[in-house]
């Protein structure tokens, strides 16, 4: 009898993935876009990345202490503080780095009630933040490689691009976003260890492709879109911040939805928006409605709503 | 305690409404962009609060009760009224600062809160002093999230300049997140500092009811202590 049934409380399905893992697979994956940050930027590059790191670790360390709950060695602050730097222009004061990290770990992660409870993304919420504290030095891409305006705002004055440049990476931007290559590397092997999958990054960026397509002015022009899909934070934000655990929709309808959602979004804020560009404040709106999207897209359960048969 | 000062306390400390009943959120997320302007609309509320407190006591005989809130609100917009006129008169670039928040104090909750709860039942003279206490912790909290706003958005208070020049002003504070974060951010400080003083056995609450720390032959039901008397636990225990 002992061998027909087990009989055991749930969770009945388990998994050998843990936090750690998950977080040290993210950071592997970001390591490509992060060196060729630091390649392209030069040695400031890292600062600004060690920075960033240094003091999520440190406010999670502390907060940790405080709580007498030790929540460090899970590595997610690590991938809070890479993902924040690589969402930042090199030319940025280190002191407004380091109040970032502080600022996604302490309020938006650790005063939810920390890893799993954070309800916005905590390294988009404060490139936000920073964004809108201190407009000049967050949009200011001048520096010793580069100096004049992103692809996608000279894109969106109407100014031809090179593309082939774009893609590789050899453009001003934040230190993360330049290279669609290394980012596309890192994606591929979050994708082959099973940490990711296709749905939010391919319904985001087909969303996004169409949108453009019918909205953008230049129809399915191949040159204009292709410079869209590689400039900006796109790539980054599709493949290592939509798909973050905590803030997407967990049921797979969702997942889908959301990408559309972010994808609209995204257009919206590129095409008719002030600015050239959107991706944050889009997955921040998305992480907003996530609860929602979530309620909408939840599964009957077995035995539960349907038709029922009359005699 | 004498009524007048235990009033006075009371909208102060105990139950100040930005920080402890959470009222009238609306002036105080949206005028407190620098300490001159929660000054500004914490002293305008106070004077209106006050007054209409007063008048609303005085009339609370002949008010029937089923037409009292039409009679609050003619009360409470004649003091707006008056008020707005005189700051137009007197002190217009308040006036410019605070625009439309100033005829919104006629919706203001704690006004009609203040009129619902206390002065329709209480004679004038702590009505008159309850608006005052009401109005003077409004004040307080206003000025204390207008500064701290103005000093880490614009780096200065009451327009000094405060910091050193090579400080960067943090935009956001001066925006509305800004508001958010430092109304949650002092509102937990006041009860963190609450809950020390009530660890220390210094909760004022609790001399005021009249506590004898005996509960069981205590008849305060509003006590939230009743239920966490290990005292009574013991006693049930034994039995």
């Known amino acids: 009898m002992s061998e027909l049934l087990k009989v055991s409380s749930n969770p009945h399905i388990r998994s050998k993935a843990t936090t750690n893992g998950i977080m040290t697979a993210v950071i592997i994956a970001l390591l490509p876009a992060t060196g060729f940050g630091i390649y392209n930027f030069g040695i400031r590059a890292l600062l600004v990345v060690l920075t960033t790191v240094a003091s999520t670790v440190l406010t999670e360390a502390l907060f940790g202490l405080y709580k007498k709950k030790t929540t460090v060695t899970d590595m997610s602050a690590v991938v809070t503080g890479l993902l924040l730097a690589l969402n930042l222009p090199v030319s940025i004061p280190l002191w407004m780095a380091a109040l970032g990290g502080v600022f996604a770990i302490l309020v938006v992660k650790m005063l939810f009630g920390g890893l799993g409870q954070n309800f916005m993304n905590p390294a988009l919420a404060a490139r936000c933040f920073l964004l809108i504290s201190f407009p000049s030095q967050m949009t200011n891409f001048d520096c010793d490689a580069y100096t004049g305006a992103t692809p996608l705002a000279a894109l969106k004055a109407g100014e031809s691009v090179n593309i082939t440049d774009m893609i590789v990476g050899h453009t001003a931007g934040t230190i993360g976003e330049t290279s669609m290559i290394a980012l596309l590397i890192g994606a591929c092997i979050l994708i082959l260890l099973g940490v990711i999958d296709l749905r939010i990054p391919g319904s985001y960026i087909v969303t996004f492709l169409l949108f453009a397509g019918i909205f953008g002015g230049h129809g399915f022009d191949p040159a204009y879109l292709a410079a869209q899909l590689a400039g900006g934070g796109l790539m980054l934000g599709a493949f290592f911040m939509a798909t973050d655990y905590v803030t997407r929709p967990i049921t797979i309808k969702g997942q889908y939805l959301y990408g559309i959602f972010l994808g609209v979004m995204t257009g919206i804020f590129r095409i008719f928006g002030p600015g050239a560009e959107g991706v944050s404040y889009a997955i921040i709106l998305g992480n907003l409605l996530v609860p929602l999207i979530e309620k909408l897209t939840r599964p009957t359960a077995f035995g539960k709503g349907g038709k029922r048969h009359e005699k | ?239």
């Not at chain 2, 707005?84 to 670039?93: D, R, S, T």
């Not at chain 2, 400080?189 to 609450?205: C, F, H, P, T, V």
């Open chain 2, 1 to 239: 305690m004498s009524k007048v000062t235990e009033r006075l306390y009371n909208g102060l400390v105990k139950e100040n409404p930005t920080f402890v009943l959470m009222l009238g959120m609306c002036p105080t997320l949206a005028v407190t962009t620098s300490a001159i302007n929660g000054l500004g609309m914490g002293l305008t509320t106070a004077a209106v609060l006050a007054l209409s407190n007063m008048i609303i006591s005085v009339f609370r005989k002949i008010i029937p009760n089923r037409v009292r809130i039409p009679a609050f609100i003619v009360i409470i917009a004649s003091f707006v009224t008056v008020i707005q006129l005189l700051l137009e008169a007197y002190i217009p670039a308040l006036n410019d600062a605070l625009g439309v928040y100033i005829p919104l104090i006629v919706v203001n909750c704690i006004i009609l809160g203040r009129a619902e709860s206390y002065a329709y039942f209480n004679p004038p003279i702590p009505s008159l002093f309850d608006g005052v206490g009401m109005g003077l912790g409004f004040t307080v909290a206003l000025t204390c999230i207008g500064a701290v706003r103005e000093l880490l958005g614009a780096g200065t208070i009451f327009g000094f300049g405060v910091m050193p020049d090579s400080y960067t002003p943090i935009g956001i504070f001066v925006l509305a997140p800004g508001a958010f974060f430092v109304l949650a951010c002092l509102t937990a400080l006041q009860n963190y500092i609450k809950l020390k003083g009530e660890k220390a056995g210094k909760d004022r609450s609790r001399f005021q009811s009249g506590c004898n720390e005996d509960c069981m032959n205590c008849s305060d039901s509003g006590c939230a202590r009743r239920f966490y008397d290990t005292g009574a636990e013991k006693k049930e225990g034994e039995n």
